[in-house]
């Protein structure tokens, strides 16, 4: 539990925000923006709030990285694990388990926010195409319900 808490926290360590730069994004020389929400960054749901995934606010050799498709495999490693505690018996209820499924949560919401709003990734010093749920990973067919219909259900999250 002790490994899982330390990799959990820095797996959703930062505060949700609607992209790099406050939120502002990255202007890009065509004149449009990345490493941001496409639409309803004025809805985020737990905006500052600490739980977000590491990767929207992340660094690169190029500077500022900020893309959901890298926030998505921080997030599968992460639940494949916390799967893993729960399958095999190793996980353990208590204040460490509590602050490992608050900043899931927080950060798991602004996940699915991001790709139901669209994000426009921003990496390498470039701006990326814009991911949605259209253009997801196709695993994310299955990670998903695992969060929502499993983990979510086995510890009465809402």
């Known amino acids: 539990m002790k490994i899982y808490q330390a990799l ?3 797996t959703y360590g930062a505060p949700v925000s609607a992209g790099v730069n406050n939120g502002q994004g990255m202007k890009l020389p065509d004149g449009k923006i990345a490493g941001v929400v496409v639409s309803g960054a004025d809805q985020l749901p737990n905006k500052g709030k600490m739980g977000m995934l590491k990767e929207f606010a992340s660094m690169d050799a190029k500077g500022p990285r900020s893309a959901i498709y890298y926030s998505y495999d921080g997030f599968r490693c992460n639940l494949v ?14 204040e460490s388990a509590k602050k490992c499924l608050d900043l899931m949560q927080v950060g798991i919401t602004d996940l699915w ?46």
């Open 8 to 10: 959990t926290e820095y």
């Open 113 to 158: 926010f991001k790709y139901e709003h669209g994000y426009a990734n921003y990496s390498k010093g470039h701006g990326g195409d814009v991911t949605d749920l259209k253009n997801a990973p196709g695993g994310i067919k299955f990670t998903r319900p695992l969060w929502e219909q499993i983990i979510k259900p086995y510890h009465h999250l809402q």
């Open 81 to 94: 694990n916390h799967y893993a505690l729960l399958a095999t018996g190793y996980w353990q209820d208590g």
